[in-house]
């Protein structure tokens, strides 16, 4: 099988023995790449799956690559996917993944390398070096302690790239040793702050400033596996089958999909046609700035500036402190400031901020109502400064290092509750904890069906904003008085029209009002978006912000660059491969991506009965939004016309998503008494191997 | 400088030069170089250059893997022939640096080439003279590089196939699938998703560094919240 796009060989890093060991990538190629590659390494090479705990010394994390890393395929060139068993949900915490962007694959394969599996636990603290072929462990003493900017730096330093007063550098050794081997590039190191080093739930491994796999607890795995940092640098190349026509599709999609330098649509709607905008919660500080993004992005989402904070940073944790900051702060400057500098916070001590989404109203709570400071749960964080950055850094610190609530937190946000004696808080909706003991997005279960389905389908909150651009486009809209760009009935005919091969033209499927939530329509698009994500954008690694790409009001006829002959996703995948995979070939790709996963869940003990949002999901209506009052989403009338509708205000009922979970697993040809996966369908995907571990664990599904 | 203390190549172009003294002026029109009885080497001027906005670089390297794509149909960042190099914690505007051949006026990467009776790096008469190694008759001896006076070093050593690469503007890209060099197509500047590269055949003022940094942000860019200044 042609290797074009793929390095052609997996690093094994033995982490008890210190030993690095190469595995061709070719008996994996079927998988993909990605998290499809993971999984299957993670399937060969763990040998306990019934472990709960990623900090078990038998859990394997996979650090993996696509054929599209390193090249210029839109938005997918410098993406990472990371997986293992997490840390820190409830009642267990499963196997699952988490994304992350910046430079760091592209290096990786550029060095030689498709991905990174971790074995077993190093006897002391450890980072590796990786430069081309030559991988290096050493002693982490000295950088054990650091902050994950701190620990980068001081790599930089060691392997001959120290940092200068400019970005501008000759061309240096790659490391130190490797004589001509050259490189304008400093190395790419991901690397855990003092919350992974201290196994705290919500550790994450961090990138350059302001890349992070943030959502799992990779960050607390890697620190029980004593590994502080992996640092890469690579100066090969990666083969391509088709240059021309990846050259080509990729001018297509600047010059047809993004609307232009030239005239500029700002109202645009699309997925990826927009002009670069740092996806900040409170405005830049300053015009001092510039876009910032990963490598081959068509727009990026982040931002430098002059002021010195906040750079990189974007989205949610430039928010994590803002319901609290905002009480403090005299002006909307301050509270910008306040807000992008605990973002630093969060980044140099390598904590995914997520957790504060819904979880710090519910510590402030707890505060108020002196469960937290009072003799249940003693504090001594100054909470007379909650809202001010010292506050923020010593609630930070606190956490990452089990110090005060920090103690409690560290094993898991619903394990604290628990011990607290405050789980009412999980039926009453005061700890917004929807899925898996993992905070809600904002794209609450009880409105956006899709991502509340899929995450308690899924390990953890998906994060996948596939159909989310419905909810941002057109909430936005309603919100500002914006121009309508679509109106339901046409919105809904153009993604239906990509939604090949199971519900292609079928608009009902979009339907989340209240008559057609535990549909057979609905468990159709849960499906579809299931299988897409676990190939398109978890695998090939598209970036989750810019794909895929439904609608575009860019082009003449308003369709999205997905799965179009000129610029879809298996166009560049194709390009660069040299497959001629369709875009359907794609999607089944992804479904036994998606199959295997539901086999390491099954074996780590999932069932049926397990899959259950938190109580308050059923037992109390969704009534404020984390952005908007309303949640307006395309909706059928009782006429059968198309509108958007809000459709905030419900609970889910539990019975019938229930029922619903048995039509879903029926369309997946999953046992429906149990949800595991069935001989039959793993045979059709040639995945017997997977049925007869399941089989021999006696957890395989019965045919129906 | 007496001949002796010249390195051998320009030695024997003196030589060469006596012999061709009176065609002096057909060569410069014809886009050759020319070696004056000085010593000097004369080099007709680029037709086009390549210019750079470091203030509005999004840092997402497509331009480098494209370029690499282009001449050689790999991706790369070493075989890239813009190198684009970022600090993640240095601020605005000091947190990425472009690097570009600047197509010298008087290029010492091409009066450093030692190949004989042709120079393997050279302006190409038949491409607006864009300075341009021909990977036939380079030897590999990386004087080029030891001559480019920018850092970070405007050449590229092909480790793969041990000889240098610069920029040509993409006169030599087999799978651009477009024409390139001056008046053509380059990949870096077509690709760019913010349009922070731009060609122009104007040559930049020579004795001021930053003359290649130029100012590519319009009114899109203001509306985008950033400075134009």
């Avoid at chain 1, 210029?72 to 992350?100: E, L, M």
């Avoid at chain 1, 760009?485 to 209240?514: M, N, S």
């Avoid at chain 1, 001629?580 to 003990?605: C, H, S, Y």
């Avoid at chain 2, 003279?129 to 920018?150: E, H, T, Y």
């Amino acid at each position: 099988m042609a290797m074009h796009g793929y390095a052609g060989k997996i690093l094994h890093l033995d982490m008890s023995a210190g030993k690095a060991n190469e595995v061709p990538t070719e008996k994996y190629r079927r998988w993909g790449g990605g998290h499809g590659l993971g999984s299957a390494l993670f399937w060969d090479f763990c040998k306990d799956k019934t472990i709960k705990d990623g900090r078990n010394p038998a859990n394997v994390v996979c650090v993996c690559t696509s054929p599209l890393n390193g090249t210029i395929a839109p938005s997918a060139g410098g993406r990472c996917d990371v997986v293992g068993v997490g840390v820190g949900q409830h009642p267990q915490s499963w196997y699952t993944r988490s994304g992350f962007g910046g430079r760091f694959s592209t290096m990786l394969k550029y060095a030689g390398w498709d991905a990174i599996v971790i074995t077993g636990k190093a006897a002391k603290a450890t980072w590796v070096e990786i430069a081309n072929d030559h991988v290096t462990f050493h002693d982490a003493a000295s950088l054990w302690g650091k902050d994950t900017w701190a620990a980068q730096q001081a790599i930089w330093e060691q392997t001959g790239h120290a940092r200068g007063k400019t970005a501008q550098a000759a061309w240096r050794e790659a490391a130190k040793g490797l004589g001509d081997t050259l490189s304008t590039q400093p190395p790419a190191v991901l690397c855990i702050g003092p919350a992974g080093e201290n196994q705290t739930a919500h550790g994450c491994l961090v990138h350059d400033a302001g890349n992070g796999a943030g959502q799992g607890g990779f960050g607390a795995v890697w620190g029980s596996k004593n590994l502080k940092a992996i640092s890469v640098i690579g100066t090969g190349a990666i083969s391509v089958a088709d240059p021309q026509a990846l050259l080509k599709a990729r001018f297509v999609l600047k010059e047809k999909y993004v609307t232009s330098w030239d005239r500029p649509d700002f109202g645009q709607w699309s997925h990826l046609g927009g002009l670069p905008n740092p996806l900040t919660m409170t405005p830049p500080p300053t015009d001092e700035r510039r876009p910032q993004a990963c490598q081959s992005c068509i727009n990026g989402c982040r931002t430098r500036a002059s002021v010195g904070y906040g750079n990189e940073s974007t989205c949610q944790e430039t928010a994590w402190y803002i319901s609290a900051a905002s009480r403090v702060a005299k002006s909307p400057a301050q509270l910008g400031e306040v807000n992008m500098r605990a973002a630093d916070v969060v980044q140099r001590y390598g904590l995914n901020s997520f957790v504060f989404q819904t979880g710090l109203h519910w510590l402030e709570l707890l505060h108020e109502e002196r469960v937290i400071g009072g003799g249940k749960v003693p504090s001594s964080l100054p909470w007379d400064k909650y809202g001010t950055l010292e506050f923020a850094e010593k609630l930070i610190h606190a956490l990452s290092h089990r110090e005060d609530i920090g103690k409690d937190l560290a094993d898991g946000w619903v394990q604290a509750a628990e011990k607290w004696g405050r789980t009412e808080d999980l039926a009453n909706g005061n700890m917004a904890f929807s899925y898996w003991g993992m905070p809600d997005h904002g794209y609450d279960p009880r409105a956006e069906l899709d991502w509340g389905y899929g995450s308690i389908l899924d390990s953890r909150d998906i994060n996948e904003h596939c159909f989310n651009i419905i909810f941002t486009n057109v909430n936005a809209a309603f919100a500002f008085g914006k121009p309508m760009r679509l109106e339901a009935g046409e919105l809904v005919e153009l993604v239906a029209r990509k939604l090949t091969p199971y519900i292609k033209g079928r608009t009902d499927v979009l339907d989340f009002g209240d008559a057609n939530m535990y549909s057979e329509g609905v468990a159709q698009l849960v499906r579809w978006h299931r299988h897409y994500t676990r190939f398109y954008k978890q695998s090939a690694l598209y970036c989750d912000l810019k794909w895929p790409d439904f609608y575009n009001t860019n082009t003449p006829n308003m369709e999205g660059a997905t799965a179009s002959e000129d610029a879809g996703e298996q166009v560049f995948w194709n390009a660069v491969t040299g497959d001629r995979m369709t875009f359907d070939q794609g999607m089944e790709l992804g479904r036994r991506i998606w199959n295997l996963d539901n086999a390491i869940w099954t074996l780590q003990g999932r069932h049926r009965d397990m899959v259950h949002f938190a109580p308050y999901i059923y037992e109390t209506p969704f009534t404020k939004g984390e952005l908007y009052p309303f949640y307006m989403w395309p909706c059928r009338n009782a006429r059968g016309a198309w509108e958007y509708t809000d459709v905030m205000g419900r609970t889910l009922d539990k019975a019938k998503f229930d029922e619903w979970k048995t039509i879903y697993y029926g369309l997946e040809g999953w046992d429906t008494k149990t949800g595991w996966p069935t001989r039959k369908t793993l045979a059709g995907m040639d995945m017997s191997v997977v049925a007869d571990e399941l089989a021999a664990a006696r957890r395989l599904g019965a045919d129906a | 400088m007496d001949d002796h203390a010249q390195p051998p190549f320009l030695a024997v172009s003196r030589r060469r030069f006596l012999a061709m003294a009176g065609s002096a002026a057909a060569l410069l029109a014809s886009g050759a170089e020319v070696l004056f009885a000085d010593g000097r080497l004369v080099i007709p001027n680029a037709e086009g250059f390549l210019v750079v906005d470091m203030k509005k670089c999004q840092g997402c390297s497509t331009c480098m893997m494209a370029c690499a794509l282009a001449h050689a149909g790999k991706a790369s960042y070493n075989l890239a022939r813009i190198q684009i190099q970022q600090d993640p914690w240095a601020n605005w505007p000091d947190d990425v640096f472009m690097a570009t051949c600047r197509q010298c006026e008087n290029a010492p990467c091409v009066e450093a080439c030692p190949v004989e009776p042709i120079k393997a790096n050279k302006p190409n008469p038949d491409f607006g003279n864009v300075r341009m190694i021909d990977p036939k008759l380079c030897i590999g001896c990386q004087n080029c590089l030891a001559a480019c006076p920018f850092t970070p070093v405007r050449l590229q050593w092909n480790a793969e196939s041990g000889i240098s690469q610069k920029c040509d503007l993409c006169v030599d890209t087999p799978f651009l699938g477009a024409k390139g060099g001056p008046g053509g197509v380059q990949t870096c500047v077509r690709v760019c998703p913010v349009n922070a590269i731009a060609f122009t055949p104007t040559m930049p003022d020579q004795g001021v560094e930053t003359s290649y940094y130029v100012n590519l942000r319009g009114p899109a860019w203001r509306r985008l919240g950033m400075t134009t200044k």
